[in-house]
């Protein structure tokens, strides 16, 4: 029976490099009998390369509204790319990490249409899924949001969403349970995103990834790009989270201002690591999880009951804070990066349009050398008309100045409205960590107040405090 493979994340557990890996490996896996289609069409802010993303992708009309029309068009033109290409090769792969949290809201009955189609049109599903630390994957996934800069979570301060983590799934096995009861518990592929746990031959990612499908890694296979999507730590993400406070809604300027917290996150010295937990933290945060956990462990994996499904993760380095050590150097080198950048930008477009000035001189000058008199009139006449056009050109100029003005003053009206959008969110998470502050202290309170009140009873009842001598 034909087989598609949906690879749906989660989130941060290298599905960039995989869904690059199989479309530079595309004719390779054709002649193995796998394809990874592209559907023609590009969602806005997601990347072509996430073939999945049609299954469960929002489009919005001119009004701001969901358009189920349009979604519904494409989810069809997707399965009939699905259907020709299982015809063809017998097995589709498709990839995108957004399944995984829109298997959590709406979009999940995309399941149950996906798992029809499949019934009807004779071809199983298997789904793929890496997991890893509930911990790991929050942190991970809150600085991706940060670096990317124009979601909901991109100002975010960490200690808050830690206490109370919203916009990500964590609970692992319930949503895994929640799927298998369309699909099947048996078509669940589960993978465990840890190094030393990867398997096929070479121990990669991308072996592990081929293995879960039925193939083998070799030498056919080429890796352009090992790291594709890094992750911010500590300083660089919070660096970014503050900017993200203040950033415009040009892509262009989220786009700079992502290379440029990469670049700084890769020049920061070796010394510079920290946990964004404690152990005791950690350990706290996962017991959360943990009777999901052990459940997916014997029920996917096959483990006996006592082995873990994570590897206990060691806290070597100290616990991240912002007034640390690091941090000066941090903001200098982030700001210092940009400045450098935008100068080297700076001195290429002089050269640029010195460039140009001198071949219009060129051409120009050739232009002139080359009238015939007797052909095209008085040279005078010409320079002359040449004059009257380059007035029309200097008010055009003027004109599209006061145009380019007016679109200015809107652009920073709306920054300041993106500004002050921003502080509320702001503010509301400091609210947030007082709430939670107050609450801890009101119960340091009454157990204070408990203590006192044993304290006073046993004063007034002398006699109490001898019998309980007698009871111990």
Aim: hydrophobic share 35%; proline share 2%.
């Amino acid at each position: 029976m034909s087989t598609l493979y949906l690879h749906i994340g989660t989130p941060k557990t290298a599905t960039t490099s995989i869904q690059k890996f199989c479309m530079e490996n595309q004719e390779v896996l054709n002649k193995k009998g796998f394809s990874y289609p592209i559907l023609d069409y590009k969602y806005p802010k997601v990347e072509i390369r996430r073939n999945g993303h049609f299954l469960v992708g929002k489009l919005l009309d001119a009004d701001g509204h969901e358009d189920f029309e349009r979604e519904e068009a494409l989810w069809n033109k997707g399965l009939s790319m699905i259907h020709n290409d299982l015809e063809k090769f017998g097995n589709v792969i498709l990839s995108d990490e957004n399944i995984w949290h829109s298997s959590v809201g709406s979009k999940f009955d995309f399941w149950e249409k996906l798992q029809s189609d499949a019934e009807q049109n004779n071809y199983q599903i298997k789904v793929i899924v890496y997991l890893r630390r509930q911990d790991d994957f929050a942190n991970s996934w809150l600085s991706q949001q940060i670096k990317e800069g124009w979601n909901t979570y991109a100002g975010v301060k960490w200690d808050a969403f830690m206490y109370r983590p919203k916009g990500i799934a964590l609970d692992y096995y319930g949503l895994l349970e929640k799927i298998a009861e369309i699909i099947g518990k048996e078509n669940i592929i589960v993978r465990i995103f840890e190094r030393k746990r990867f398997l096929g031959n070479g121990g990669t990612i991308y072996s592990d990834f081929l293995d879960a499908v039925g193939l083998e890694y070799t030498d056919e296979f080429q890796i352009v790009t090992e790291e594709t999507n890094p992750s911010l730590t500590a300083n660089t993400q919070e660096i970014r989270r503050v900017i993200n406070t203040i950033l415009s809604d040009k892509d262009s300027t989220r786009s700079f201002l992502r290379k440029i917290s990469e670049e700084c996150e890769r020049l920061k010295s070796p010394d510079n690591v920290f946990e964004m937990l404690t152990e005791d933290e950690s350990d706290s945060f996962m017991k959360k999880y943990a009777e999901g956990n052990a459940a997916i462990a014997r029920e996917y994996l096959g483990l006996e009951s006592d082995e873990e499904l994570f590897s206990h993760k060691t806290r070597a380095a100290a616990r991240w804070t912002p007034q640390n050590d690091f941090m000066h150097e941090d903001i200098i080198r982030f700001f210092g990066q940009i400045a450098v950048a935008q100068k080297e930008e700076i001195d290429d477009l002089k050269e640029q349009l010195q460039q140009e000035k001198e071949s219009k001189e060129e051409s120009f000058e050739v232009f002139l050398n080359d009238i015939n008199d007797s052909e095209l009139g008085n040279t005078k006449e010409i320079l002359k008309g040449i004059s009257s056009v380059g007035e029309q050109i200097l008010e055009y100029k003027k004109e599209m100045k006061v145009v380019k003005d007016e679109s200015k003053k809107s652009r920073v009206l709306r920054d300041k409205v993106k500004s002050m959008d921003a502080q509320i969110l702001s503010l509301k998470n400091d609210i947030f960590v007082l709430r939670r502050a107050n609450e801890e202290l009101r119960k340091n309170n009454e157990a204070l107040k408990k203590s006192i009140e044993r304290i006073v009873y046993k004063l007034k009842h002398p006699l109490s405090i001898i019998k309980d001598k007698f009871k111990k």
